[in-house]
């Protein structure tokens, strides 16, 4: 199955993505390798997303904003690869969580974006990873990802 067929089967609309400010770019390309920023979940109405994992979040509604932003960062790479089939291999998922001080299900919250990633590219979705709690993410946004990856 093609990369297009399974992002089809899973629901999945990529968009093109623009710089997050006049200084500051969704990814840059550097050689073979892709970096985005640290990308931000969004409200169905386009509002960003606001609160704490924790205590305004589950766990599992905080997936949501999770699975928001592995879009948008697919959205990123098939736009700075040229498509999605020229990427060789995710290598790298930063994972933030705004999260209450005894949240402890990190790994839970940020493997919604590890199986999307997996399930879209196959192997070469699979990749290490960072999830870590943190006391406050820009704007208060509960979530918070970037990604580096090779492309072929």
């Known amino acids: 199955m093609s990369i297009n067929e399974k992002l089809n089967e899973l629901g999945i609309s990529l968009s093109e993505v623009g710089d997050l400010s006049p200084y500051v770019k969704s990814y840059t390309v550097a050689g073979k390798m892709i970096y985005t920023s640290g990308l931000i979940p969004f409200n169905a109405d386009g509002s960003i997303a606001k609160g ?43 994972c933030f969580a705004n999260a209450v001080a005894d949240y402890d299900e990190h790994a839970v919250l940020f493997n919604a974006a590890s199986e999307m990633f997996t399930e879209v590219l196959g192997d070469a979705g699979k990749h290490a990873r960072f999830a870590l709690g943190m006391g406050s993410l820009p704007m208060n946004v509960p979530v918070e990802i970037a990604v580096t990856a090779e492309m072929k």
């Not at 766990?59 to 736009?79: D, F, M, R």
């Open 52 to 94: 704490k994992v924790g205590l305004d979040y589950t766990t599992e509604e905080a997936k949501v904003y999770v699975k928001n932003i592995t879009v948008q960062l697919l959205s990123a790479l098939n736009q700075a690869a040229g498509g999605l089939e020229n990427i060789k291999q995710i290598v790298m998922l930063q």
